[in-house]
């Protein structure tokens, strides 16, 4: 750690008086799963559907933070664990002020997901449980057909691995199930999780 000379300050509200006062707890829904396995479009459904049942929520996804905190970064493996690290600390933040936070993001490394999962809390990683060959039909954007010909490097699931979560949270048929149907196991899930203070 390069900052050493860091004072911590703390809060005069905790975190049981934000969550008393929003109705529900703060904490991190980290979707994980290969490119094209609709964590993107599935965390911004569950956005709008937690949203309307009154939670205080907020997706964001790896585009959203490239195009801003980690636009210096590459997707080297270095840079890629960092982009995942810088991730993982802004969401424990935004938990910690009592937002429901789903973060949509490849982080293919079992080692980054549980960096995340330390920065946060109330931490749920779910798997969305796409094969490969599943994941490449349906994308739609070509990214496999030009990871295959060569264009597209370190493309996870082609030249790049991706490492299975070991004990997610919850794991997602996003093959048998719908998105729609999946986001109706998420709603379930964080009324489970997130509603008890």
């Known amino acids: 750690m390069k900052s050493t000379n860091v004072t911590r300050v703390m809060h005069l509200v905790d975190e049981h008086e934000r969550w008393t006062r929003q109705g529900h707890r703060g904490g991190v829904l980290w979707l994980t799963g290969l490119p094209a396995s609709g964590k993107k479009s599935m965390a911004y459904e569950l956005e709008s559907r937690l949203f309307a049942a009154g939670f205080e929520a907020y997706a964001f996804d790896s585009a959203r933070i490239r195009l801003g905190l980690c636009s210096d970064l590459g997707f080297g493996r270095e840079d890629r664990r960092e982009n995942i690290r810088r991730a993982g600390e802004l969401a424990g933040v935004m938990a910690r002020s009592g937002l429901v936070v789903i973060a949509a993001f490849i982080s293919p490394y079992e080692r980054d997901r549980q960096a995340a ?55 997602l048929d996003a093959v048998t199930h719908s998105q729609s149907e999946c986001v109706d196991q998420l709603v379930t899930y964080i009324e489970r999780h997130f509603r008890s203070i």
């Open 117 to 171: 999962r330390a920065a946060a809390e109330n931490f749920h990683e779910v798997y969305l449980d796409v094969p490969v060959e599943v994941c490449e039909a349906r994308d739609d954007q070509g990214r496999y057909a030009r990871a295959r010909a060569g264009e597209l490097a370190n493309f996870t699931g082609v030249s790049a691995p991706y490492e299975t979560p070991k004990a997610p949270e919850l794991v």
